[in-house]
């Protein structure tokens, strides 16, 4: 498999612990061993230390996938694959669904593992815009226009990272009809299916709704546990799960033991855990909006329903890419360049971190937006 390298992942790697200050996240700020043992008790602390390091299951361990199983609704823990992060059940889903000769229908912009990995294996890959005019939100319009007999997926992500669209309960049902009518598969990216600000705007995972639908899941962006790197894939079709199984012979095998415990403490307590979280986020939020007031001239923004990024238009005549590369440079300061996303004049935001770093961020991009 030759696969095109993923742009987003060159940027972080390039900058992501070089810069200072990182105001590009799509996650919510790292969760610590600490806070985490200080909620779940000091019991969970002497069973971690008892934890074997030997193997554990290819599914994942029993445990874990009931926890993950207690947060949908039509979904049982043998329902659930746990992976190596998000990024391993994209690579597996998306491989067991590919055939040569087949169309995906994808959000665009979106995350480029999503479709890359379809395309890379002989899928044509359509674009469902998200557009910018109307709140980023999609035309079902153009959704009928490129359904073809050769569709065989439909892909999202909600909240959409970079933009922050949700859908509305009505249009997600409408989605969903279409789905079952045409007997498509829907790929539903939901790592950020926690970080809604806005109670109203939460609505079900893919998987509680449809029985074609595959829902992704992780604990690093809700719950600031990426280094964990677990993941998971949730299907009412247990078959498509087991599709994947083979090909996972090949990449990790199984998931790390002291991960998958410490992933089954923050499904258990993931309530507490979030609330401090989407505390900090909402102040940030309001620092966002004054920010934004501020520079109504030099940027446009459209505020997110869900999640904690953002995906601000450039009004200046400078692209993207040098814009982040200029503000890492005198500031110290790190976005991501919505070139990653195929759309240079845009750039992505987080508000997900520490008020005190955020204040330091947008503190840095006020100076050099000054400056131009």
Do not use: H
């Not at 469902?128 to 997926?153: C, G, V």
Request: charged share 25%; hydrophobic share 40%; aromatic share 10%.
């Amino acid at each position: 498999m030759k696969i095109q390298p993923s742009k987003l992942r060159e940027w972080n790697t390039k900058f992501e612990f070089s810069t200072k200050i990182n105001i590009s996240d799509c996650s919510i700020y790292p969760l610590t061993l600490k806070e985490l043992f200080l909620i779940a008790g000091k019991g969970a602390k002497k069973e971690f230390e008892k934890l074997s390091l030997g193997y554990t299951k290819t599914w994942g361990e029993d445990i874990l996938r009931q926890e993950i199983a207690k947060t949908y609704q039509n979904i049982k823990a043998d329902n659930i694959l746990v992976t190596n992060g998000a990024i391993e059940a994209i690579f597996l889903i998306m491989n067991v669904l590919s055939n040569t000769g087949d169309e995906m229908i994808s959000f665009f912009p979106n995350y480029q593992a999503l479709f890359q990995i379809a395309k890379t294996c002989g899928v044509k890959i359509k674009w469902w815009k998200l557009d910018e005019k109307k709140y980023f939100s999609p035309d079902f319009n153009q959704l009928s226009r490129l359904i073809t007999k050769d569709t065989k997926a439909i892909i999202i992500n909600q909240p959409q990272v970079p933009t922050g669209f949700v859908f509305t309960k009505s249009d997600y049902l409408t989605l969903i009809k279409i789905c079952r009518k045409c007997g498509l598969y829907l790929v539903s990216d939901e790592v950020c299916r926690w970080l809604y600000l806005d109670k109203s705007n939460g609505i079900s995972p893919a998987v509680d709704l449809y029985d074609k639908a595959i829902s992704i899941g992780d604990v690093s962006k809700s719950f600031g546990a990426g280094g964990l790197r677990i993941g998971w894939l949730a299907s009412q079709n247990r078959e498509i799960l087991e599709k994947c199984i083979p090909l996972r012979g090949y990449t990790t095998m199984s998931n790390s033991a002291p991960s998958e415990y410490l992933a089954t403490l923050i499904l258990r307590n993931r309530k507490e855990i979030l609330k401090s979280r989407l505390t900090t986020a909402e102040i940030n939020y309001q620092l966002l909006d004054k920010f934004v007031r501020k520079n109504i001239d030099k940027i446009s923004l459209i505020m997110p329903a869900g999640g904690v990024t953002v995906f601000p238009k450039l009004k200046l005549k400078i692209n993207s890419l040098n814009f982040c590369k200029k503000l890492i440079e005198k500031k110290n300061t790190m976005l991501v360049p919505g070139t990653v996303y195929g759309m240079p004049k845009n750039l992505r935001l987080g508000f997900g971190c520490k008020t005190r770093l955020f204040r330091k961020g947008l503190a840095g991009l006020q100076q050099y937006l000054k400056s131009l």
